[in-house]
Structures are given as structure tokens and as C-alpha cells.
């Protein structure tokens, strides 16, 4: 699988958007790029998917670079309730899934 | 709520018991894994169930021991544990099928304390 590069934290303010980077320079054809989040004393959370078109669900969007290099995830209206570590991972979605999480960033959201 | 339920959410043991932790899911999904997340530590795969046979051990040691009595019921036995086995167990589930994006769900954890 290929390996990703998060920032360790960042800081958002309440309203605005939060953008969240993620490199995956070794990423191949076939791979996927997920988020997940985990807010604090509770198990991750599925946010989003995808290969190499933008993606948007009720969550967030993603945007992959063209050459799949890079991703960002976007909250576009960020709450309180959006602090939480967010995990960027690269993989086929192959049979059943073997997920390997990082350290992630952890995401601060303030009033 | 995800449709991943665990049960107990805390848990606190003595080293020479023998306690079980419990992974139910309701999404009809066909492959569930247990994850293992110490202090400060990135998830860690414990073992995979794959239409309940199970596909995946990752080197856990015997005194964790798994067992998947059908597709929706997970459970982690557990006996004569170590206090460096304290941490948040996780369950997690998904729908294996070819063209599917196989997104997991995950429960709430077990928070396991050993004394």
C-alpha cells in the first residue's frame, strides 16, 4: 500500500472552511484514496472516497491533483464537533479491506 | 449511531481473568476485524473474519483469542492479559464483494483496563 504524509495538526476556526492535505507521491493506478476521522474515545468514521475525480458526499469533499500525487480533504463549514484526528489512506479496495492508519491529523476546531 | 455495536464499553480486569468482549453488526456486511488502539498509538490490525472464516492474524498473542460464530457476531476472548494490553479494542465491519469500495464501519470500542 502506499505510504501517506499528514500534517501532524492543525487549527481551524469555527465557520470556515478546513483544508487537509495529504501526500501520496507512491500511489499506483488502481489505488483508492479514503478518509476516515476519529473523534476522541470513539472508533473512526468513514468521511469519504476516491480514485481521481473530485469527490463531494454530506460530509466533505475531496480533490485529488491530476497526477494523484496529493489529496486534500475539505470541511467546508467546520464545527466543533469536526475536532478529531483525520486519517488519510491510500489502498486497493480489494476483497476485504486491511487498513492501515498513520497518525493522522489531528484537526482543532475553535469558537 | 453505525450499525456496529460493541459491548462492554469499559472494562476493567485482574491479570488471571477471563473476561470476553462483544462485536455485533446489523449492515448484513460479510468480513469483521478486531483493531487494537494503545495510548498515542496508530491502529493496529488483530485479526480479520472473512465470511466467518478467519483470513488475517497479525502475530497477536494466544492469550487474545477470536471467534465468529456467524457473519454479524464478533467476540474477543481474553485470558490472563497484561497491563501493557490496556487500550481501546475496536470492531469494525465491511461488505466484501468485488466492485465495492468495502468502506469499514466501525463500533464505539471496549476501553480494556488490566490491573
Known amino acids: 500500500d502506499a505510504k501517506t504524509t499528514q500534517p501532524t495538526s492543525m487549527d481551524c476556526a469555527e465557520g470556515r472552511a478546513a483544508n487537509l492535505p495529504c501526500n501520496h507521491s507512491t500511489i499506483s493506478g488502481n489505488e483508492y484514496v479514503y478518509w476516515y476521522r476519529q473523534i476522541h474515545s470513539q472508533g473512526p468514521q468513514y468521511i469519504i472516497h476516491?480514485?481521481?475525480n473530485n469527490e463531494t458526499n454530506e460530509m466533505a469533499s475531496l480533490i485529488i491533483t491530476e497526477d494523484r500525487k496529493s489529496s486534500t480533504l475539505i470541511l467546508p463549514h467546520a464545527t466543533l464537533r469536526d475536532t478529531a484526528v483525520y486519517y488519510c489512506i491510500v489502498r486497493v479496495p480489494r476483497g476485504f479491506q486491511k487498513l492501515v492508519f498513520g497518525t493522522g491529523t489531528r484537526l482543532l476546531v475553535s469558537p | 449511531e453505525t450499525g456496529v455495536t460493541q459491548t462492554p464499553r469499559h472494562l476493567v480486569m485482574g491479570m488471571t481473568n477471563k473476561k470476553s468482549l462483544k462485536c455485533e453488526q446489523h449492515l448484513g456486511h460479510n468480513a469483521m476485524y478486531w483493531y487494537k488502539q494503545s495510548a498515542k498509538k496508530p491502529l493496529e490490525l488483530m485479526f480479520v473474519?472473512?465470511?466467518?472464516?478467519?483470513?488475517e492474524n497479525n502475530s497477536v498473542p494466544s492469550r487474545f483469542s477470536p471467534e465468529c460464530p456467524n457473519s454479524s457476531h464478533l467476540f474477543l476472548h481474553l485470558h490472563t492479559l497484561q497491563p501493557e494490553d490496556s487500550a481501546l479494542y475496536l470492531c469494525?465491519?465491511?461488505?466484501?464483494?468485488?466492485?465495492?469500495?468495502?468502506?469499514?464501519?466501525f463500533g464505539p470500542g471496549t476501553r480494556l483496563t488490566v490491573l
Open positions: 476516491g480514485l481521481k
Open positions: 469494525a465491519s465491511s461488505h466484501e464483494a468485488s466492485g465495492r469500495y468495502n468502506e469499514q464501519f
Open positions: 473474519y472473512s465470511l466467518e472464516e478467519r483470513v
